[in-house]
């Protein structure tokens, strides 16, 4: 299975979400006929940062959906990525159901662009996740590093190629660059090391990408960047995703999320290897937050973002040794 475009993780910080795509009750009548309902209402959603969703309540089914538009993938890519959705749902893993079509499939199109559709989780979508709720976030990771069948995982995302790489040198801030290619350079080896146990991974574990139900559990969303991945690179993620206040590193928070990590799988984790998976996904971050921010969207409002990532790892070092 061929991966969709990278998905940009980000550390947590709200922000305008712009609407690709508009629908009206027309567009969506005949997008969800072959799903065997009919729209009563529509709102756009301000989650997600690559596809535009709505919230959809219909005639035909009980729980209202949420319609996704995937902007950056074509037909093919768009039906593997429901298939890799249907799978992971049927097998346990905490999240929303995608629907079916009434021909079997679960992708539609308008005006050339796939379409998706999911059920709507009602719960509440933090900017930042509360600290009660780091262990359980750990724990819904475990159960994702937990699932045993790889045969149809896409390959790995979160690396930067060579292109990638020489692009870097081509940055104009010298001195993130050199910051990238010095620390990639020390901790590249955690993509290569296949002694480590991998499986399936999610990418993108932060805040924005999980619904905290009212019964206190957490539903994981966006799996654009799901694959076939080391664990510990996955974990890392999570942590630059979730342990931050600001742009610093929080020791306790991290003791939180790891805690509930390691309640639901019992795994020895070597720190340096923990520490040096974190900092690779933060120079993969910053690499794409540069990328996006500084160079193809500069109308974002958002320039200078990418040098929190620094600012991050240098308190991650600082205080990892209060982890463990």
Known sequence: MAPGPIKIARIARRCVVPLYTPLTLDDLSKILKPYDCEPISHAHLSAGVENTNY??????????????VLENRDLSSAEAYAGLLARLHASGIPMPRIWRRRDGGHVS?????????????????????????LPVAGRALASVHAHSSTDFLPDPVVRLGESDLQHIDSFSD??????????????????????????????????????????????????ENGANDYHVLDLGMAVLGLTG??????????RLLLEGYQSKRVVRLSPDRLLESIIYAAVFTAYHRYLKHEIADRASGKQGYYREIPTFVDSLIARWSAVF
């Open 109 to 133: 199109v308008h005006r050339g662009k796939p379409v998706i559709v999911s059920d709507h989780i009602s719960g509440h979508c933090h900017d930042v996740l509360p600290s009660e709720f």
């Open 174 to 223: 010298s001195t993130f660059s050199s910051w990238l290619l010095e620390w990639h350079d020390k901790v590249c080896y955690v993509t290569e090391d296949d002694s480590l146990p991998r499986g399936l991974t999610h990418g993108d574990l932060f805040a924005d990408n999980m619904i905290v139900t009212p019964r206190r559990d957490v539903v994981i969303l966006d799996w």
């Open 245 to 254: 206040v600001g742009a610093i590193f929080d020791a306790n928070r991290a």
């Open 55 to 68: 919230r959809v309540r219909t005639r035909g089914r009980l729980q209202d959906g949420v319609l996704t």
